[in-house]
């Protein structure tokens, strides 16, 4: 049974990111864990061995999930989902941290952008942090994204990491979800042949997925453009449904995510990314 964590503001985005879940495994069971985390101004803390009343906006908080069950009970329509929530204070990432501890979680799946996220970069500083600063595999779901089973999952790669039996067994979890096809890109760049170290990365690649899934995937390369646009590019050329990254191979991620100029890419709020861990 999958544990995923969804961590939420009550915003449309990070909504949209939980309902993706929910369908994403329709047919799985699956433990949902819900988390708010508020600001260290609204928990109900002691001192001096007075009690501090519960504010106002901790009881909305409060409220706020419960409506939020209450809703997911209305969508979910498997009966071997489980939902818990919970209500923690003070920083996200150690909150985020310390549920993926606690409840082993595999997953955290989260909008890319909360109530308060600026329009340039394309992920919000919460879920930029989370996804660098917590050693688990997160999704991030933009707004617009509509769902659709992801039959075709890119994987850009410059093939500078070597790809870890962890990384390769998640990824061979999410091609048999739905029965994928993975589609390897590799953006040549300026320099324009392999490495010794990427041609024997990208080798035992290929070997394994020859091996694991013959018919389920291809490689593709393209020529001297710039990632974002070569990424871009072939995800509308190939109706790309996911896009796959190595959370090691911080030069995509980097160009891709965490760069302001980049905001006209398309696939930024229209495609989920998956950001391995292993």
């Not at 990432?93 to 501890?101: I, N, P, S």
């Not at 999410?174 to 990208?202: A, C, F, I, P, Y």
């Not at 796959?244 to 995509?252: D, G, I, P, S, W």
Request: glycine share 2%; proline share 5%; aromatic share 10%.
């Amino acid at each position: 049974m999958r544990q995923v964590l969804l961590p939420t503001d009550f915003s449309n985005n990070a909504w949209n990111a939980l309902a993706y879940a929910i369908r994403l495994f329709e047919d799985r069971p699956c433990n949902f864990f819900i988390l708010h985390v508020a600001p260290l101004s609204e928990s109900p803390v002691e001192r001096m061995s007075f009690p501090i009343p519960v504010s106002e906006k901790s009881t909305h908080s409060k409220e706020a999930l419960s409506e939020l069950l209450r809703r997911i009970e209305k969508f979910s329509e498997n009966p071997q989902h489980r939902f818990t929530s919970f209500l923690d204070y003070g920083n996200l990432v150690d909150a985020v941290r310390r549920k993926v501890t606690e409840n082993h979680i595999d997953l955290i799946v989260m909008g890319t952008k909360g109530k308060r996220a600026l329009k340039k970069p394309i992920l919000g500083s919460n879920t930029s942090a989370v996804m660098t600063k917590v050693p688990c595999n997160t999704l991030a779901v933009p707004k617009e994204a509509t769902y659709s089973p992801p039959k075709k999952i890119a994987f850009p790669s410059d093939f500078t990491i070597f790809y870890t039996y962890k990384i390769l067994k998640t990824l061979t979890s999410w091609l048999q979800l739905h029965q994928s096809q993975l589609k390897v890109l590799h953006v040549l760049g300026t320099r324009g042949e392999l490495s010794e170290l990427q041609e024997k990365n990208k080798n035992y690649l290929h070997d394994y997925l020859e091996e694991a899934f013959t018919w389920q995937h291809s490689f593709h390369t393209t020529g001297n453009k710039k990632i974002t646009e070569a990424i871009q590019l072939f995800v509308d050329a190939n109706d790309i449904d996911i896009i796959v990254m190595v959370a090691k191979n911080l030069n995509f991620i980097q160009q891709l995510l965490f760069d302001s100029t980049v905001e006209k890419v398309s696939f930024s709020s229209k495609v989920p990314f998956l950001v391995l861990h292993g």
